[in-house]
């Protein structure tokens, strides 16, 4: 069975760095799978946020958010891309903590790489960040990157 890796990103700066090192990794065990994923929250949340019900606003911060969820993909992707490594990518809307754990099980994930702390990182302060959740929640091991 092969060793396979689910890397969550967000594209921040702790995230790409997870992504050099998991990178780094499939470098020296080239048997490594790498599944990218990027979670993004504020779509769902946008959709009980009233002053976002005119469907002319709506459909403006949603463009606006996925190009923020793709852009957060392709830079991670990029990355392994300059190790010459080939890896899959896939985007979620939802929870991140929640879903990255939900899709790291279903598709039978030996490992979850995440970065400490991502793009909230005030939010992560007050509530737990996502990475801290991850840990909490996952069935494989996690390993977070400073």
Request: net charge positive.
């Amino acid at each position: 069975m092969k060793h396979r890796i689910l890397l969550a990103s967000d594209g921040s700066e702790n995230a790409l760095r997870a992504a050099e090192f998991t990178a780094g990794l499939v470098k020296t065990a080239p048997a490594i799978k790498v599944t990218v994923i990027v979670v993004n929250e504020m779509l769902e949340k946008m959709k009980y946020y009233s002053p976002l019900r005119s469907p002319v606003i709506f459909e403006e911060v949603e463009i606006f958010f996925k190009d923020k969820t793709q852009d957060a993909l392709d830079n991670t992707i990029k990355i392994f891309k300059d190790f010459g490594i080939e890896v899959e990518g896939v985007v979620k809307v939802g929870n991140p903590a929640q879903d990255v754990v939900e899709y790291a099980r279903e598709k039978g994930f030996a490992q979850i790489v995440v970065g400490s702390r991502g793009m909230g990182s005030l939010k992560g302060i007050v509530l737990g960040s996502v990475s801290s959740k991850i840990v909490q929640l996952a069935g494989c091991p996690v390993t977070v990157v400073k």
